[in-house]
């Protein structure tokens, strides 16, 4: 199932976004690297295996670094950014540093501890979402004391329900299985008592599976949950299978369709595209505004609130000499964020 003209926008949005600042930061020259001879050093070593694949090795080393700063803005803005997008939700920081830390009793944090040191030591005790959360959610009147703080990437508040995601990277240090899981459950416990009397929902979400053969990735919602927790160290330990999303569940589960996964990466391949720069550039152009060029690459890329600025031009610049000005302000600003409050001022207009 397709998603929605607006939510594609907006995960356009944060594709446009994504790419700009990528471009801004791409290693057109390899000589201002200053760590190059020491990773030229070590890469020596390994000669005879880059023969024939890499031709520049100071290009190498910081194009290296640069698919690392990719990997981190995918893994920390983007997927949180689409996650909310389909779900409705946003991020949330329950810490010390935002003044939100939330409370617990002395007591669940008695059962808490109890819990870690058990699935830690204790090789029959397995993890169990419904009697971990049985021992999480007693009442009882034992002193108030701060929680450990902990983020969540995704937290809606439903009339009934409490939503919190955390997503990771699909490949875990070893050993932050334990202190993530002890997080959780100090997560869980707060949040319980905040929202007294509502269901709470806290799960860790992978956004793929890397373990997934090419086989697996070509037929729809296939994934094999189990032989991914397998590979990360310690997560079977720690985690139930309930308590874990992976790759089509957790984009099906934030959407509510199936096959979410795939159009987003639909989406992103709209728009990466070899042309891209220059198609951004054009979009930036005011003197380009309205042109059949224009038009066209809106559609590419699902820009549909620039569409209906177009289609209503005659109305908004009826409205006033200084509607005119905003219209024709370019729709994106430089560090590739599209301009929402000129988007606010100009929808205001055509109502």
């Known amino acids: 199932m397709e998603l929605s003209e607006s939510i594609r926008e907006e995960i356009s949005m944060e594709v446009i976004k994504t790419l700009v600042s990528r471009f801004e930061k791409f290693p057109e020259d390899a000589s201002k690297n200053r760590n190059a001879p020491f990773h030229e050093a070590f890469l020596e070593a390994f000669k005879d295996k880059l023969d024939g694949k890499v031709s520049d090795i100071p290009f190498f080393i910081t194009l290296s670094s640069w698919l690392h700063g990719l990997n981190t803005t995918i893994g920390q ?41 058990k699935l830690s030591n204790d090789k029959e005790f397995k993890p169990n979402l419904q009697k971990e959360n049985e021992i999480l959610f007693k009442e009882d009147n034992s002193e108030l004391i701060e929680s450990i703080g902990f ?8 009339e009934d329900s409490i939503y919190a995601i955390e997503i990771k990277s699909v490949r875990p240090n070893s050993g932050e299985m334990r202190a993530e899981k002890e997080k959780i459950l100090h997560g869980k416990a707060a949040l319980y008592r905040k929202y007294f009397g509502k269901k709470i929902n806290f799960f860790i979400g992978f956004p793929f599976d890397p373990t997934a053969t090419d086989k697996e ?16 160290i310690n997560m079977s330990k720690y985690f139930a299978v309930d308590e874990i999303m992976i790759a089509n569940e957790l984009w099906d589960f934030l959407s509510g369709q199936k096959d979410t996964m795939n159009e987003i990466i639909k989406v992103i391949n709209q728009i990466a595209t070899t042309g891209f720069e220059n198609k951004f550039y054009m979009l930036c152009d005011p003197t380009k505004w309205g042109s059949d060029e224009y038009i066209l690459q809106l559609r590419e890329w699902n820009l549909i609130t ?30 590739g964020n599209y301009d929402w409050k000129r988007a606010c001022k100009l929808k205001c207009l055509i109502k």
């Open 77 to 117: 803005t983007f997927f949180e950014k689409v996650a909310n997008i389909l779900f409705g939700g946003k991020k949330e920081e329950f810490t010390s540093g935002r003044n939100k830390i939330l409370k617990i009793s002395s007591q669940q944090s008695i059962n808490i501890s109890n819990l870690i040191t």
């Open 151 to 158: 983020t969540a990437d995704v937290f809606l508040e439903k």
């Open 306 to 335: 620039e569409i209906e600025f177009i289609e209503n031009k005659s109305k908004i610049i009826d409205s006033s000499i200084k509607a005119q000005d905003i219209l024709k302000r370019s729709c994106f600003k430089n560090d």
């Open 217 to 232: 990735l070509k037929i729809k919602d296939s994934c094999d949950k189990q032989r991914f927790i397998d590979s990360c």
